[in-house]
């Protein structure tokens, strides 16, 4: 298979102007996922920790396969509306003794593990 050529010029100002603005997306993304990370805050992550339990990604990490990854879907459903980013729960797709499953969990540092709309319509969508 022949190899494209690459024209891109690396130094041209379009090129430096649009990586710019394509780090200042990335970088507001990242900034999104680590504060679905965070669940409720630390205040509520400590609180939880002192009862003695795991956190949803914890209990999920120990649920997979030793080494097996772990593909999120919907990391950022409900972003832009009034009920916290992630909309309180975590699903994706890992693997189980060796078998591929859909797995879910609710967030309880996320406003107790309330359930809200976004929550149901992402629950609805991995079903």
């Known amino acids: 298979m022949p190899v494209l050529p690459d024209r891109v ?6 090129y430096v102007a649009n990586r710019a603005a ?5 970088d507001a993304h990242d900034e999104q996922l ?11 992550i400590a609180r939880h920790r002192q009862r003695g339990k795991m956190l949803v990604r914890e209990r999920i ?4 396969d030793p080494g ?3 593909l999120e879907l919907s990391p950022l459903a409900a972003w ?19 078998v591929e499953c859909m797995i879910t969990g609710s967030d309880p540092t996320m406003r107790g ?4 709309p976004y929550t149901l319509k992402k629950n609805l969508r991995i079903n």
Do not use: C, D, H, T
């Open 113 to 116: 593990g309330a359930s809200n």
């Open 80 to 98: 832009g509306s009034q009920f916290p980013v992630g909309a309180g729960a975590v699903a994706g797709i890992g693997v189980v003794e060796g």
């Open 34 to 44: 680590r504060l679905v990370n965070l669940g409720g805050g630390e205040k509520y």
């Open 22 to 26: 394509l780090q200042a997306q990335v």
């Open 68 to 70: 097996a990854p772990f």
């Open 9 to 14: 010029n690396p130094a041209s100002e379009q």
């Open 61 to 64: 990490e120990a649920l997979l």
